[in-house]
């Protein structure tokens, strides 16, 4: 195996979990927290989650669960390409999305909405409090324990005000400073991942199609590569084989950019990352061409009219949901009550930790249960 970089992380130079651990054996304390998030109930849900495309709409659509697992490809590719920790950059890509609403950002935007008395809603905050606080799997403590490297990596970003809250974890936001490379790799990943999988799912659903990429370049130059040496290609092996194309070079790009900056930098520890600008990055020109793309999936994609439809929905299904259990908390599973005299935010903050933990299925059959009239079938 090659030796890590100096500047990466290890358990040398790790700072080590809030409540001290006997140490793992035969695995690294990185594959353990990666571990732990694979058994976390919160990982599971994952595969009924969705980002653009609601759950039932069809099978072969990405998911949470799939989505975290395409970053973790990505993201351990890099990794070790850049002698970084695979492992480290693997755990927090398979953790980054456990904090979000069912329904995607419509979800997020709407229980932010009906919790911006209490403080709103963040998926990425909750993505940590999912791990330091609301699993319960361990006898010995709360949420997951995982490593700080691990955490600090979740926290992708972060208010001013929530930052002076974190302690430890939220300093970089407040002394701007940067995370770990391998925390900068997972970042990046997961933009490299939901890009490509949104054209992906995008022109399997049919609501956008091939031609329309054609003032794209990030899309347009590798489908003219693909159309020109295979003329006869059927269309669904030509998006294939086009997004197969846009990954390699946008890691490839990465990795190369990435590699100049750490050069120019030099930096000789992982607390020389921390105090130096971000290192890990696309080239000016392919930044230029992922953010023409992003703006076309925005304008064509995430605001079709279908897709807003859906948003629709989830926001009327989140706030009629948020809207009753606050006034009548009676009406939450057992598990779910807050103990009787609890003050309003504290509740507010226990029906939002419920809904976010929802899956789009569980939410759409719970506000059935809850508001439809007609008799709901037993199975429900
Ligand atoms: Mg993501």
Not at 20 to 34: L, N, W
Not at 114 to 125: A, I, V
């Amino acid at each position: 195996m090659t030796e890590l970089a100096p500047y990466a992380v290890t358990e040398g130079n790790s700072r080590g979990r809030k409540i001290a651990e006997d140490a793992p054996h035969g695995r690294s304390e990185f594959q353990r927290d990666r571990d732990r998030i694979i058994h976390s109930g919160a990982f599971r849900r994952l595969e009924y989650k969705t980002q653009v495309f609601v759950n039932h709409e069809g099978d072969l659509f990405r998911t949470r669960l799939t989505h975290s697992i395409e970053v973790a490809q990505i993201a351990r590719s890099i990794a070790r390409r850049l002698r970084l920790n695979e492992d480290l950059a693997e755990a927090i890509s398979l953790a980054h999305d456990l904090g979000h609403t069912p329904f995607g950002h419509a979800g997020q935007d709407a229980l932010n909405a009906c919790m911006k008395d209490y403080g709103g809603f963040e998926h990425n905050l909750q993505s940590l409090r999912v791990v330091d606080v609301l699993e319960e799997r361990y006898a010995a403590f709360d949420g997951l324990n995982l490593t700080f490297e691990t955490r600090e990596g979740i926290l992708k970003h972060c208010s001013p005000c929530n930052a002076a809250q974190l302690g430890e974890l939220g300093e970089r936001f407040l002394k701007n400073r940067r995370p770990s490379l391998e925390a900068q790799i997972a970042n990046l990943a997961d933009e490299i991942a939901y890009n490509n999988h949104d054209v992906d799912d995008g022109l399997r659903s049919g609501l956008i199609t091939l031609d329309q990429f054609d003032t794209v370049p990030l899309v347009a130059t590798h489908l003219q590569e693909v159309r020109c040496a295979h003329p006869d290609l059927p269309e669904r092996r030509v998006v294939h084989e086009t997004v197969r194309r846009m990954i390699n070079t946008l890691v490839t790009d990465l990795i190369q950019q990435s590699e100049r900056n750490i050069a120019g930098q030099q930096p000789a520890t992982l607390e020389e990352v921390r105090s130096a600008p971000a290192m890990i990055a696309f080239s000016p020109e392919l930044n230029e061409r992922q953010r023409a793309l992003k703006s076309f999936l925005h304008a064509h994609l995430y605001r079709h009219y279908r897709v807003m439809r859906m948003g629709v929905k989830a926001q009327r299904i989140i706030s009629d949901l948020f809207g009753i259990f606050m006034e009548d908390s009676r009406l939450l599973p057992p598990q779910f009550q807050p103990p009787a005299g609890q003050a309003e935010g504290e509740r507010a903050r226990a029906v939002s930790d419920y809904i976010a933990g929802m899956t789009d299925r569980y939410a759409i059959r719970e506000h059935r249960r809850i508001f439809a009239v007609e008799e709901v079938p037993a199975s429900f």
